[in-house]
């Protein structure tokens, strides 16, 4: 009987021994867990800017003209010869003739309207055309979009359509994409430091990143398209400025 009670004391004591042990290996494991979960919502998010100024490297130039009268072969050939003027006008300024584009030639009849009304037009044909330069010699347009006067000293006046003036690209964005994300990169790293450094902290390693989205915008937003572009297509500024801002989170370390 006595061997009996001294065997279940022992059971007892051992089943204790490792109750305790598993109190204590789990309060340490949780212990862990709720020391992490408060890590982990320790974080900043910093951003980082990267501009660029770059020079365009394609001009779009549509030069629009039209002529109007009530005899259609008179103002047919009127608008054929201002169509030989601006081609001798655009090799004059050195532009090459597969950097020339000719549209279709547009005629309206003013009267042929059966819904017009009593009101007449002025003018009962109107003849329309453009021609349009496209080119990665940038500056060759520009120096001869400053000289349409010359044009209209020969009675050809040019018309801008909505949205459609003399226009400025930048095509290269793809060759400079990688640097200014790492630079934008660094950036965000280094705003990071600052804020660990003034609160006491380490940064970690990264939580979330937004690459961000590029922009190209107009570094002169007064444009320089000369006379013949207008701004109409807001982007008659050569210079241009290439924007990225990242966005990255940061872990905080203690």
Do not use: C
């Amino acid at each position: 009987m006595d061997d009996e009670n001294v065997a279940s004391r022992g059971g007892s004591v051992v089943l204790g021994v490792l109750l305790a042990i598993g109190l204590i290996v789990g309060g340490w494991v949780l212990g862990a867990q709720i020391k992490a979960t408060r890590l982990s919502d320790r974080y900043v998010t910093v951003k980082g800017l990267v501009e660029r100024k770059v020079k365009s490297d394609l001009a779009v130039w549509p030069l629009t003209y039209k002529e109007a009268g009530d005899d259609l072969s008179l103002v047919y050939a009127k608008a054929e010869s201002d169509k030989k003027a601006i081609l001798k006008f655009l090799t004059g300024q050195g532009i090459q003739a597969s950097e020339i584009e000719l549209g279709v030639i547009r005629v309206v009849d003013t009267q042929a309207n059966e819904y017009g009304g009593a009101t007449r037009a002025a003018r009962r044909y109107i003849v329309e055309q453009q021609i349009t330069v496209r080119t990665s010699r940038v500056d060759q347009v520009v120096a001869a979009a400053q000289k349409t006067m010359l044009l209209l000293q020969k009675g050809i006046v040019l018309s801008t359509n909505p949205g459609q003036g003399l226009a400025y690209q930048f095509t290269g964005l793809n060759s400079i994409k990688p640097d200014m994300i790492t630079e934008a990169t660094r950036n965000a790293r280094a705003a990071a430091n600052r804020f660990a450094a003034d609160s006491g902290s380490k940064v970690g390693s990264i939580r979330q990143a937004n690459q961000g989205v590029f922009s190209i915008l107009a570094a002169d937003p007064g444009g320089d398209g000369g006379e013949g572009g207008g701004n109409f297509g807001g982007d008659s500024s050569v210079m241009k400025t290439v924007r990225v801002v990242t966005s990255v989170q940061y872990y905080l370390d203690q």
